[in-house]
């Protein structure tokens, strides 16, 4: 209609800052509240707390705001954050969890005596089952 636009906004880059620190801030409060009711009850207060300084305009404000709660992420950070199972270092991410994390390198191999047999089991059949080239 008249009056409307379709072209597309750009988020300035303090709106993706502040965007960032909020995701950020949400996923800090899942790693320590295991209680959904508990989690949905402190989000709803995270977001008030940045619906407070929505209003804020100026730069050197909106920068300290921001530096403070970056700052306050950083403290709570929790020391073994909840990662899911295929991310990097958790269960099912590859062989062993930490593999690469100082394991040595053979504990992470196969031995050598199991080689063939793995090769066996978990190569050839998907071999076989690939259509022809």
Known sequence: GAG??????????????????????LKTLFNWVVDRE?????ATDL????????????LPLMDKLCADAEAELEKWKHP???????QFGSSKYMRYPNDGAGIPKQLCDIPEHLVDKYVELYYLPKVKNLPPA
Not at 4 to 25: D, F, K
Not at 38 to 42: G, M, Q, V
Not at 80 to 86: E, F, T
């Open 4 to 25: 409307s636009s379709s072209m597309s906004v750009t988020p300035s880059a303090h709106t993706l800052r502040v965007a960032g620190i909020y995701r950020r801030s």
């Open 38 to 42: 508990t989690f949905i009850a402190e």
């Open 47 to 58: 977001r008030k707390q940045f619906e407070a300084n929505r209003h804020v305009k100026s």
């Open 80 to 86: 073994d954050p909840y990662k899911l199972p295929w």
